[in-house]
């Protein structure tokens, strides 16, 4: 009797105990290979050219130039006047960076006293304006050079800076001077939110940068990544900065990056080192992305930590 798999043999995601017991087998062992971290920054060069595209410039998107959402079935912003003042000159990044870490939020981090770790990087970027106050710096670190703020936690969580922004304002001190990357142009709902949180730190006279994520840097990123095998509808935000770090650092080191419910121990792990709230189940494809994050960890082209850092 044939079985179906061997009629239609099918590609199958590792379980997480499976993938729980690889990560265990090969344990915190890494090495560096210079060849492996040539050839991903020449793919992604090649691909999506990060160093010119990661962001939206006035080099790269001048006054008529048609910018199309890339969460979006056609629709598109042409460049206008107002929009084209907001934009910085061109990648405003020191090229090329040396150590990043790049922070994930998850609940892995929790207890990993990671946090001299992570500040101990030439640059450190983290997803969605996550919390670093004192009570986490242990494990999380306190240094940020980019910060991704996606529109909607703008809207949830400032109400769309429609009232007071003192809060939003004060909130950002956290992040220092840092680059705050925004996908403006992504969905419709997103732009108008990013644009008010442009002005609200232009008018405090605030240290952060505003950087609105280029659209079709977003987009070839997401076409890399489904030619290696991860078919989630969009990318998560972990995965866009690791691919900018592979394409702009000289080393790349992951942490908080671990969508599992249970850590090396057996022991459960919340989603998030703050909070236990699981995202919309069929957006992203987190594991789909560990696994393809463990590949890279074993060929010595960027190095994932999930255990702990002391
Ligand atoms: O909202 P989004 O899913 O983009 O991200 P998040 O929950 O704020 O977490 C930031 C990033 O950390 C995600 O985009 C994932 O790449 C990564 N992450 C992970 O690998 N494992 C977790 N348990 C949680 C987040």
């Not at 870490?101 to 946090?115: D, E, P, Q, T, Y």
């Not at 969605?128 to 004192?134: R, Y």
């Not at 705050?180 to 232009?202: K, V």
């Not at 599992?260 to 594991?287: E, G, T």
Request: with cysteine; hydrophobic share 35%.
């Amino acid at each position: 009797v044939l079985c179906w798999f061997y009629v239609f043999p099918v590609y199958r995601l590792p379980s997480d105990k499976e993938i729980v017991e690889e990560v265990l087998r090969q344990g915190e062992e890494w090495q560096k290979n210079q060849t492996g971290i040539d050839l991903y920054r020449k793919l992604l060069s090649e691909c999506c050219d990060p160093k010119r595209m990661f962001a939206v410039t006035k080099e790269n998107s001048p006054v008529g130039k048609v910018l199309w959402y890339d969460g979006e079935f056609y629709y598109s912003h042409t460049v206008n006047n107002n929009t084209y003042s907001l934009f910085v000159q061109e990648n405003p990044l020191q090229l090329p960076l040396k150590k990043c870490a790049v922070v994930g939020n998850g609940g892995i981090l929790r207890h990993s006293k990671c946090g001299r770790d992570i500040d101990q990087a030439d640059f450190v970027m983290r997803c969605n304006l996550p919390p670093i106050s004192k009570e986490y710096a242990e494990d999380v670190g306190a240094k940020t050079h980019l910060v991704t703020a996606n529109p909607s936690i703008i809207e949830k969580r400032f109400q769309s800076l429609l009232w007071s922004r003192k809060d939003f304002v004060d909130s950002m001190k956290v992040y220092g001077s840092s680059y705050i990357y925004m996908p403006a142009f992504s969905m419709r709902p997103g732009t108008d939110p990013s644009l008010r949180a442009y002005y609200t730190l232009a008018d405090s006279s605030s240290n952060l940068t505003m950087l609105f994520a280029n659209p079709e840097f977003l987009r070839t990123v997401g076409k890399f990544w489904k030619s290696h095998g991860v078919h989630a509808r969009r990318l998560s935000t972990g995965l866009f900065l690791v691919s900018l770090a592979l394409g702009l650092c000289e080393e790349v080191t992951t942490y908080g990056f671990w969508p599992f419910s249970v850590d090396l121990d057996q022991r459960p792990v919340s989603h998030h080192y703050y909070d236990n709230i699981l995202p919309y189940k069929w957006f992203h494809a987190m594991p789909e992305e560990f696994v393809q994050l463990w590949h890279l960890h074993k060929s010595g082209t960027l190095r994932v930590r999930v255990g702990r850092c002391a």
